[in-house]
Protein backbone atom coordinates (compact mmCIF):
# COMPACT_ATOMS: atom_id res chain seq x y z
CA UNK A 1 0.00 0.00 0.00
CA UNK A 2 1.35 3.23 -1.05
CA UNK A 3 1.47 6.47 1.28
CA UNK A 4 -0.30 9.35 0.17
CA UNK A 5 -0.72 13.01 0.11
CA UNK A 6 -4.36 14.41 0.87
CA UNK A 7 -6.54 17.31 1.26
CA UNK A 8 -9.91 18.17 1.42
CA UNK A 9 -11.34 20.86 -0.89
CA UNK A 10 -14.88 21.88 -0.39
CA UNK A 11 -16.74 18.41 0.04
CA UNK A 12 -14.07 16.18 -1.58
CA UNK A 13 -11.28 14.08 -0.11
CA UNK A 14 -8.40 13.89 -2.73
CA UNK A 15 -5.31 12.13 -2.37
CA UNK A 16 -1.76 11.54 -3.96
CA UNK A 17 0.35 8.39 -3.82
CA UNK A 18 3.53 9.23 -3.16
CA UNK A 19 5.71 6.76 -4.83
CA UNK A 20 5.11 7.42 -8.22
CA UNK A 21 5.21 10.23 -10.89
CA UNK A 22 2.69 12.68 -12.70
CA UNK A 23 2.11 14.34 -16.07
CA UNK A 24 0.34 17.86 -15.83
CA UNK A 25 -2.88 15.87 -16.62
CA UNK A 26 -3.13 13.67 -13.49
CA UNK A 27 -1.57 10.10 -15.52
CA UNK A 28 0.63 8.85 -12.52
CA UNK A 29 3.63 6.79 -14.14
CA UNK A 30 5.41 3.67 -11.58
CA UNK A 31 8.51 1.90 -12.87
CA UNK A 32 9.47 -1.36 -11.72
CA UNK A 33 12.68 -0.88 -13.39
CA UNK A 34 11.79 -0.38 -17.36
CA UNK A 35 8.42 -1.25 -17.11
CA UNK A 36 5.83 1.20 -16.30
CA UNK A 37 2.53 1.09 -15.19
CA UNK A 38 0.21 3.87 -15.59
CA UNK A 39 -3.49 5.14 -14.52
CA UNK A 40 -5.56 7.71 -13.31
CA UNK A 41 -4.90 10.09 -10.29
CA UNK A 42 -7.73 10.69 -8.29
CA UNK A 43 -8.18 14.05 -8.96
CA UNK A 44 -9.07 12.95 -12.57
CA UNK A 45 -11.30 10.62 -11.73
CA UNK A 46 -13.21 12.30 -9.22
CA UNK A 47 -13.27 15.04 -11.70
CA UNK A 48 -14.14 13.23 -14.52
CA UNK A 49 -17.41 11.58 -12.98
CA UNK A 50 -18.42 7.46 -13.20
CA UNK A 51 -16.76 6.13 -16.19
CA UNK A 52 -18.42 4.25 -18.61
CA UNK A 53 -16.00 3.13 -21.14
CA UNK A 54 -12.36 2.96 -21.21
CA UNK A 55 -10.56 2.50 -24.82
CA UNK A 56 -6.73 1.76 -23.80
CA UNK A 57 -4.38 1.22 -26.57
CA UNK A 58 -3.68 -2.26 -27.45
CA UNK A 59 -0.44 -4.25 -26.46
CA UNK A 60 2.11 -3.72 -29.03
CA UNK A 61 1.15 -0.33 -29.62
CA UNK A 62 4.67 1.55 -29.96
CA UNK A 63 3.90 5.47 -28.13
CA UNK A 64 5.55 8.32 -27.92
CA UNK A 65 4.94 10.36 -24.88
CA UNK A 66 2.17 12.80 -25.39
CA UNK A 67 0.63 10.36 -27.61
CA UNK A 68 -3.16 9.34 -26.42
CA UNK A 69 -2.64 6.07 -24.76
CA UNK A 70 -6.61 5.95 -24.03
CA UNK A 71 -9.80 7.61 -24.10
CA UNK A 72 -12.38 7.12 -21.53
CA UNK A 73 -16.01 7.98 -22.01
CA UNK A 74 -17.70 9.26 -18.05
CA UNK A 75 -20.97 10.34 -17.25
CA UNK A 76 -19.59 13.84 -17.92
CA UNK A 77 -17.20 13.87 -20.38
CA UNK A 78 -15.11 12.08 -23.48
CA UNK A 79 -11.30 12.31 -22.33
CA UNK A 80 -7.97 11.48 -24.33
CA UNK A 81 -5.40 10.60 -22.35
CA UNK A 82 -1.92 11.59 -22.75
CA UNK A 83 0.72 8.98 -22.34
CA UNK A 84 3.05 10.40 -19.87
CA UNK A 85 6.03 7.74 -21.17
CA UNK A 86 7.59 6.63 -24.74
CA UNK A 87 7.78 3.18 -24.85
CA UNK A 88 5.67 -0.12 -25.98
CA UNK A 89 2.71 -1.26 -24.18
CA UNK A 90 3.26 -4.76 -23.55
CA UNK A 91 -0.07 -5.24 -20.81
CA UNK A 92 -3.45 -4.08 -21.03
CA UNK A 93 -5.34 -4.57 -17.44
CA UNK A 94 -8.36 -7.00 -18.96
CA UNK A 95 -10.32 -5.04 -15.80
CA UNK A 96 -10.64 -2.40 -18.22
CA UNK A 97 -12.43 -3.90 -20.56
CA UNK A 98 -14.90 -5.67 -18.25
CA UNK A 99 -14.74 -3.33 -14.96
CA UNK A 100 -13.58 0.17 -15.80
CA UNK A 101 -15.51 1.41 -12.29
CA UNK A 102 -11.99 0.12 -10.85
CA UNK A 103 -10.65 3.54 -11.98
CA UNK A 104 -12.98 5.01 -9.88
CA UNK A 105 -12.89 2.85 -7.36
CA UNK A 106 -9.47 2.53 -6.74
CA UNK A 107 -7.28 4.96 -9.37
CA UNK A 108 -3.97 4.06 -7.74
CA UNK A 109 -4.32 0.22 -7.77
CA UNK A 110 -6.29 -2.29 -9.74
CA UNK A 111 -7.68 0.74 -11.72
CA UNK A 112 -4.44 1.02 -13.51
CA UNK A 113 -4.63 1.17 -17.26
CA UNK A 114 -1.27 -0.93 -18.69
CA UNK A 115 2.30 -1.45 -18.37
CA UNK A 116 4.69 -0.19 -20.93
CA UNK A 117 8.16 -1.19 -22.11
CA UNK A 118 9.77 2.81 -21.38
CA UNK A 119 12.55 3.81 -24.21
CA UNK A 120 13.96 6.32 -22.12
CA UNK A 121 12.39 6.30 -18.94
CA UNK A 122 14.62 8.67 -17.31
CA UNK A 123 14.42 11.03 -19.57
CA UNK A 124 10.66 11.14 -19.46
CA UNK A 125 11.00 10.97 -15.88
CA UNK A 126 12.47 14.31 -15.66
CA UNK A 127 9.79 15.78 -17.38
CA UNK A 128 7.27 14.91 -14.93
CA UNK A 129 6.16 15.58 -11.60
CA UNK A 130 7.02 13.98 -8.40
CA UNK A 131 4.45 13.76 -5.47
CA UNK A 132 4.39 16.69 -3.41
CA UNK A 133 4.78 19.40 -7.14
CA UNK A 134 1.45 16.94 -8.26
CA UNK A 135 -0.25 17.23 -5.00
CA UNK A 136 0.64 21.48 -4.80
CA UNK A 137 -0.74 21.68 -8.67
CA UNK A 138 -3.54 19.55 -7.99
CA UNK A 139 -4.52 21.11 -4.59
CA UNK A 140 -4.54 24.39 -6.50
CA UNK A 141 -6.77 23.50 -9.67
CA UNK A 142 -9.25 21.84 -7.21
CA UNK A 143 -9.43 24.90 -4.88
CA UNK A 144 -9.92 27.12 -8.54
CA UNK A 145 -12.71 24.25 -9.81
CA UNK A 146 -14.45 24.89 -5.62
CA UNK A 147 -14.58 28.69 -6.41
CA UNK A 148 -16.78 28.32 -9.32
CA UNK A 149 -19.15 26.40 -7.73
CA UNK B 1 -49.65 9.18 -0.91
CA UNK B 2 -51.13 5.60 -0.51
CA UNK B 3 -49.26 2.35 -1.32
CA UNK B 4 -51.58 -0.66 -0.85
CA UNK B 5 -49.00 -3.80 -1.55
CA UNK B 6 -47.64 -1.86 -4.30
CA UNK B 7 -44.08 -2.11 -5.65
CA UNK B 8 -42.32 1.14 -4.42
CA UNK B 9 -40.04 2.60 -7.72
CA UNK B 10 -37.39 5.18 -5.92
CA UNK B 11 -35.53 6.77 -8.82
CA UNK B 12 -32.78 9.80 -8.55
CA UNK B 13 -33.34 12.91 -7.67
CA UNK B 14 -30.53 14.31 -9.14
CA UNK B 15 -31.49 17.35 -11.06
CA UNK B 16 -28.63 18.55 -14.07
CA UNK B 17 -27.67 15.30 -15.04
CA UNK B 18 -28.92 13.25 -18.08
CA UNK B 19 -28.28 9.82 -16.27
CA UNK B 20 -30.72 11.59 -13.13
CA UNK B 21 -33.33 12.47 -15.97
CA UNK B 22 -33.15 8.66 -17.23
CA UNK B 23 -33.91 7.00 -14.00
CA UNK B 24 -37.00 9.59 -13.36
CA UNK B 25 -38.48 8.83 -17.30
CA UNK B 26 -38.05 5.18 -16.50
CA UNK B 27 -39.85 5.36 -13.36
CA UNK B 28 -42.25 7.42 -14.89
CA UNK B 29 -42.95 4.90 -17.56
CA UNK B 30 -43.30 1.75 -15.05
CA UNK B 31 -45.55 3.90 -12.68
CA UNK B 32 -47.57 5.79 -15.47
CA UNK B 33 -47.72 3.22 -18.17
CA UNK B 34 -46.26 -0.45 -17.83
CA UNK B 35 -47.64 -0.99 -14.56
CA UNK B 36 -49.69 1.54 -13.02
CA UNK B 37 -51.71 -0.62 -10.96
CA UNK B 38 -48.77 -2.66 -9.33
CA UNK B 39 -46.65 0.12 -8.44
CA UNK B 40 -45.90 3.53 -6.66
CA UNK B 41 -43.31 6.63 -7.60
CA UNK B 42 -41.88 7.40 -4.10
CA UNK B 43 -39.70 11.00 -4.48
CA UNK B 44 -36.51 10.65 -2.78
CA UNK B 45 -37.43 13.98 -1.68
CA UNK B 46 -40.48 12.96 0.77
CA UNK B 47 -37.55 10.32 2.30
CA UNK B 48 -35.06 12.97 2.31
CA UNK B 49 -37.65 15.43 4.38
CA UNK B 50 -39.02 12.19 6.50
CA UNK B 51 -42.20 11.86 5.47
CA UNK B 52 -44.13 9.73 7.67
CA UNK B 53 -46.74 8.09 5.45
CA UNK B 54 -43.94 7.52 2.76
CA UNK B 55 -41.36 5.64 5.17
CA UNK B 56 -44.59 3.45 6.48
CA UNK B 57 -45.25 2.67 2.88
CA UNK B 58 -41.94 1.68 2.62
CA UNK B 59 -41.74 -0.27 5.60
CA UNK B 60 -44.66 -2.72 4.19
CA UNK B 61 -43.76 -3.21 0.57
CA UNK B 62 -40.83 -3.68 -1.42
CA UNK B 63 -39.18 -1.29 -2.98
CA UNK B 64 -37.21 -0.66 -6.48
CA UNK B 65 -34.13 1.89 -6.65
CA UNK B 66 -32.65 3.80 -9.44
CA UNK B 67 -29.49 5.35 -9.29
CA UNK B 68 -28.25 8.06 -11.00
CA UNK B 69 -24.47 7.63 -9.94
CA UNK B 70 -22.33 5.82 -8.30
CA UNK B 71 -23.38 8.11 -4.72
CA UNK B 72 -26.33 5.83 -4.82
CA UNK B 73 -28.84 8.16 -3.15
CA UNK B 74 -32.66 6.60 -3.84
CA UNK B 75 -30.88 2.94 -2.78
CA UNK B 76 -28.88 4.21 0.14
CA UNK B 77 -32.00 6.25 1.26
CA UNK B 78 -34.81 3.70 1.00
CA UNK B 79 -31.99 1.64 3.38
CA UNK B 80 -31.58 4.34 6.04
CA UNK B 81 -35.61 4.59 6.44
CA UNK B 82 -35.67 1.02 7.26
CA UNK B 83 -37.07 -0.13 3.25
CA UNK B 84 -36.18 -3.19 1.82
CA UNK B 85 -34.62 -2.71 -1.28
CA UNK B 86 -35.62 -6.02 -3.78
CA UNK B 87 -33.41 -4.95 -6.70
CA UNK B 88 -31.56 -1.90 -7.27
CA UNK B 89 -30.98 -0.12 -10.72
CA UNK B 90 -28.14 1.93 -11.94
CA UNK B 91 -28.47 3.95 -14.89
CA UNK B 92 -24.99 3.55 -15.94
CA UNK B 93 -24.61 -0.06 -15.42
CA UNK B 94 -27.64 -0.32 -17.96
CA UNK B 95 -25.67 2.28 -20.45
CA UNK B 96 -22.52 -0.09 -20.22
CA UNK B 97 -24.91 -2.83 -21.83
CA UNK B 98 -26.92 -0.31 -24.47
CA UNK B 99 -23.82 1.90 -25.32
CA UNK B 100 -25.82 2.80 -28.36
CA UNK B 101 -28.16 4.56 -26.23
CA UNK B 102 -25.64 7.75 -25.12
CA UNK B 103 -28.19 10.02 -23.08
CA UNK B 104 -27.69 13.75 -23.49
CA UNK B 105 -29.72 16.66 -22.77
CA UNK B 106 -31.14 17.35 -19.07
CA UNK B 107 -34.90 18.74 -19.09
CA UNK B 108 -35.12 16.70 -22.59
CA UNK B 109 -33.78 13.53 -23.26
CA UNK B 110 -32.42 13.19 -26.65
CA UNK B 111 -33.20 10.29 -28.66
CA UNK B 112 -30.71 8.16 -26.77
CA UNK B 113 -31.49 8.90 -23.49
CA UNK B 114 -35.22 8.08 -24.45
CA UNK B 115 -34.55 4.94 -25.80
CA UNK B 116 -32.40 3.88 -22.70
CA UNK B 117 -35.00 5.00 -20.36
CA UNK B 118 -37.49 2.56 -22.05
CA UNK B 119 -34.95 -0.71 -21.74
CA UNK B 120 -34.58 0.57 -18.18
CA UNK B 121 -38.43 0.43 -17.75
CA UNK B 122 -38.67 -2.92 -19.43
CA UNK B 123 -36.31 -4.20 -16.98
CA UNK B 124 -37.70 -2.95 -14.20
CA UNK B 125 -41.24 -3.79 -15.48
CA UNK B 126 -39.64 -7.91 -15.52
CA UNK B 127 -39.00 -7.23 -11.58
CA UNK B 128 -42.10 -5.66 -10.80
CA UNK B 129 -43.54 -8.84 -12.35
CA UNK B 130 -41.26 -11.08 -10.22
CA UNK B 131 -42.43 -9.32 -6.87
CA UNK B 132 -46.21 -9.20 -7.58
CA UNK B 133 -46.17 -12.83 -9.23
CA UNK B 134 -47.79 -11.68 -11.99
CA UNK B 135 -44.97 -12.48 -14.65
CA UNK B 136 -46.73 -14.79 -16.58
CA UNK B 137 -50.17 -12.29 -17.23
CA UNK B 138 -47.71 -9.38 -18.37
CA UNK B 139 -45.72 -11.40 -20.09
Do not use: H
Not at chain 1, 38 to 49: E, H, K
Not at chain 1, 54 to 67: I, N, R, Y
Not at chain 1, 105 to 121: H, K, M, N, R, T
Amino acid sequence: MPDYLETTVDKFLFRVATDRSYNAVGIWAKADGNLIRIGLSDYLQQRSGDIAFVEVKPSGSVLAAEDEVASIETIKVNISLPCPVAGKIVRVNPEMETAPEKINQDPFGEGWLCEIEASDWERDQAGLMDAPAYFARMKQEAEEEAKKL
Amino acid sequence: MTMNKKVAIVPCSGIGKPYGTVSRVAAYQVTEDDRAQDTCLVPLALLVLGDEETRQALANNPAVTIDGCKLACATKMVQECGGKVAQEFAVLDIYRRYREFKPQGIAELNEGGEKLAQVLAVEIDRVVDELTGKGGQNA
